[in-house]
């Protein structure tokens, strides 16, 4: 499954590590819940660390520890759960979160775009998007009516 | 009214090409009709019992004479010859051909219009009082403010994915036209102490299986600051709005179970944070560029004469002419209900003709209300003989508005595929019953209200009389509901009973209606003498010699 991070392919130097998995060495990306079990021991790896937040999970929860994370993961249970947008929105507005966000699981072509625009810098793609289709995604539409954490200019700005 | 700058058009034109690779997509195979669906359902697409059917967005009601047009031809051109007005004040065709429905985009984009966000999990067209910018009672013309969160809510990157649908209403009037308190939220334009106009907010009211009036969630809430307080309930709707049951998903549930202190309380933390991070301020001068949009037409100096009250004429002006806030002007209903027809339709020759009829009256816009029917906002009180005339014979001046005959009502089990009964049939034969006018003058104000499924798009549960389709063991049964209202003193209408049969309904309408004669007070309203007497001297009536068999 390719990854898209900054809107080219790139390599994932992430290993997901399951929950009952030993760590392998380098950047893990780990459950919330294995990063609350294991949280000392985890920060302490002279590693690159990232955490998986499920729909139901906000990233509120995670507190000053998002500044010692690289990546956070929003997993799609299903593209019609929308809670995710706003998680993103919240990482990089409100909780001013600068590392990578990264959209896995069942989300859609037509998603990607506003997941761009809510703040997602990376994407594990689904197998029906290659690269083409998900540069194609971004290119749809020129304009954005409202604000959101991309900081594009809105069509009320460029009224001037 | 609004006129789309380069940035409009271009947002639509695109939408447009983004659907065409959707339905390119969908036609491919490459997306299952369950990835399409909401991506559809976005464009106002749905999937109906017999075909299609398109639902295209007429923001806060507003048409011009060019766009009735435009809809007469795609009515000719890709549906059956006619369209429906549905209760939100939008447009509906019910056999658009899937591979069709991007050519059809395309033809709307070239009036400005479009079908974005008329359904789908997201925030739905933008709807207002459709007396807007006319009204003798109105602050301010509330439809800036329709414009301004239509175009925030359009393709909106967060709320694209709510648990549910989002409506939203805006009204600037001490009478309520719009439904106010039915809807996930709305916006009452209000003037507080020191004179400030700002903005009351509502949220979590709805119909559905669970009826709810909504609350006040912001009392005043400053003009640049609408934007940011609507995102902060959006987000906490979000978040925390439920998605494990289809049928507890709309706000109206989250509101209610969390009650109105923890309502307000997090939705102030989240407009704060939202205020403090000072990105959604909408400065004055994009209002007042909107709001330049909308800039009532240039009056004559007239003064208000006696108008007629003889003959036709005079009924028609008598029930279906408002006053107007400008002298010498008027507000006239076009009732879409004709006795025996189908609420809110019209047929192609019907709108290509009230377009000539405001070309040759000098009359830029048009109105879809909530109620199904077309309002022309400002008539010359001198024209109104004329205008009934080109009315009459076009087949569209029935003069019922709100009376018993002038019906909401959903398309039911002939159209739809939620229904669990056929709903037109029996507005139909009320019609009938009722359609002596002496008789429905009489009776006064009483609205119907009528529903085929528990989903309630005919707002049974607001009507004077609500009438509920259910199906038992595939029979079609008609449940009684009295005392609703959608307006400003609005009220869930009450269950009578167990429901009437297909032939009985229409009787036991009758005999309520009958009650309310003879027990009525001077000046009192159905509403009002429901509201004094209860359910009981009604219901004693209402199910006739029924009341001694088996029910």
Redesign the interface.
Request: hydrophobic share 30%; glycine share 0%; no cysteine.
């Given at each position: 499954m390719p990854l898209i991070r900054n809107g080219a392919v790139a390599e994932d130097t992430y290993v997901t590590v399951a929950d009952d998995a030993a760590l392998p060495d380098g950047a893990v990306i780990v459950s919330l819940k294995r990063f609350r079990a294991e949280r000392s021991d985890l920060l302490a790896r002279n590693h690159a660390l990232g955490v998986v937040l499920t729909s139901d999970q906000s990233p509120e929860t995670l507190g000053p520890d998002l500044d010692r994370l690289s990546v956070v993961v929003l997993e799609f249970p299903k593209f019609r759960d929308g809670r995710p947008f706003s998680w993103a929105r919240l990482l990089r507005t409100r909780l001013k979160f600068t590392g990578e966000i990264r959209a896995r699981g069942d989300f859609l072509y037509d998603q990607i775009a506003y997941l761009k625009r809510v703040g997602v810098d990376a994407f594990e793609l689904p197998p029906a998007i290659t690269p083409e289709l998900f540069a194609r995604a971004l290119s749809e539409m020129t304009n954005v009516y409202q604000p959101s954490a991309d900081g594009r200019e809105t069509i009320s700005a460029l009224r001037g | 009214m609004y006129r789309y700058?380069e940035?409009?058009a271009?947002?639509v034109r695109?939408?447009t090409?983004?659907f065409r690779?959707?339905v390119e997509r969908r036609l491919k195979g490459?997306l299952t009709e369950d990835?399409f669906k909401?991506?559809r359902l976005m464009n106002g697409l749905y999937l109906q019992l017999h075909a299609y059917m398109l639902r295209i967005a007429v923001p806060y009601g507003t048409l011009s004479a060019r766009q009735f047009r435009k809809l007469a031809e795609i009515a000719r051109k890709y549906d059956k010859g006619y369209g429906h007005f549905t209760t939100r004040q939008n447009m509906q065709f019910n056999w658009p051909a899937l591979k069709d429905v991007p050519d059809i985009l395309g033809e709307l984009a070239t009036v400005e219009m479009h079908c974005i966000q008329t359904s789908g999990?997201c925030i739905r067209n933008v709807t207002a009082d459709h007396f807007a910018g006319a009204a003798a009672d109105e602050i301010e013309d509330p439809r800036p403010v329709a414009e301004l969160i239509r175009?925030?809510?359009?393709?909106?990157?967060?709320?694209?994915?709510?648990?549910r649908k989002f409506k939203i209403a805006v009204i600037a009037a001490r009478e309520d036209r719009a439904a106010l308190r039915y809807h996930d939220a709305a916006v009452e334009i209000v003037k507080n102490a020191e004179g400030r106009t700002g903005y009351r907010v509502w949220v979590g009211g709805g119909m559905g299986r669970t009826p709810y009036l909504g609350y006040v969630v912001g009392d005043f809430v400053e003009k640049p600051d609408l934007?940011g307080f609507l995102e902060a309930i959006m987000?906490v709707y979000?978040?925390n709005g439920r998605?494990d049951n289809l049928f507890k998903a709309r706000i109206k549930i989250l509101a209610h179970s969390l009650g109105e202190t923890e309502m307000r309380e997090r939705v102030l933390r989240e407009f704060k944070?939202i205020k403090a991070?000072g990105?959604?301020q909408?400065p004055e001068a994009?209002r007042a560029?909107i709001a330049a949009y909308f800039a009532p037409p240039e009056f004559e100096t007239l003064t208000d004469e006696p108008l007629p009250t003889d003959g036709d004429l005079g009924r028609w002006i008598a029930n279906n002419v408002a006053p107007h806030k400008q002298p010498g002007y008027a507000i006239a209903t076009i009732s879409l209900k004709p006795i025996g027809g189908v609420p809110g339709d019209i047929n192609a020759d019907q709108l290509d003709g009230v377009a000539q009829l405001m070309d040759d009256f000098g009359l830029t816009e048009i109105r879809a209300s909530h109620e199904q029917n077309l309002v022309l906002p400002h008539v010359r009180q001198k024209d109104l003989p004329a205008v009934f005339a080109r009315l009459t014979a076009l087949g569209l001046a029935t003069p019922n508005a709100g009376l018993i005959t002038d019906i909401i009502c959903c398309p039911g089990l002939d159209y739809c595929d939620l229904a669990n009964a056929r709903s037109i049939p029996i507005a139909q034969e009320i019609a009938k019953r009722f359609a002596d006018l002496e008789r429905q003058e009489d009776i006064g104000e009483l609205k119907i209200k009528m529903s085929g499924c528990i989903n309630a798009c005919g707002h049974h549960h607001a009507g004077h009389i609500g009438i509920l389709g259910v199906d038992k063991k595939g029979v079609e049964y008609y449940q009684l509901l009295l005392g609703g209202s959608a307006a400003e003193d609005a009220s869930i209408g009450e269950i009578m009973g167990p429901g009437f049969g297909e032939h009985e309904i229409v009787d036991a309408v009758d005999r309520v209606v009958e009650a309310y004669r003879k027990l009525r007070q001077p000046g009192e309203r159905f509403l009002d003498t429901y509201r004094r007497l209860g359910m009981e001297p009604f219901k004693n009536v209402a199910y006739g010699e029924q009341l001694h068999a088996a029910h």
């Open positions: - | 700058d940035f409009d271009r947002f695109e939408r090409e983004q690779f959707q490459e990835q909401p991506l999990n175009q925030w809510s359009s393709l909106h990157p967060e709320f694209s994915f709510l648990p934007l987000r979000n978040e998605r944070e991070a990105y959604l909408v994009e560029r």
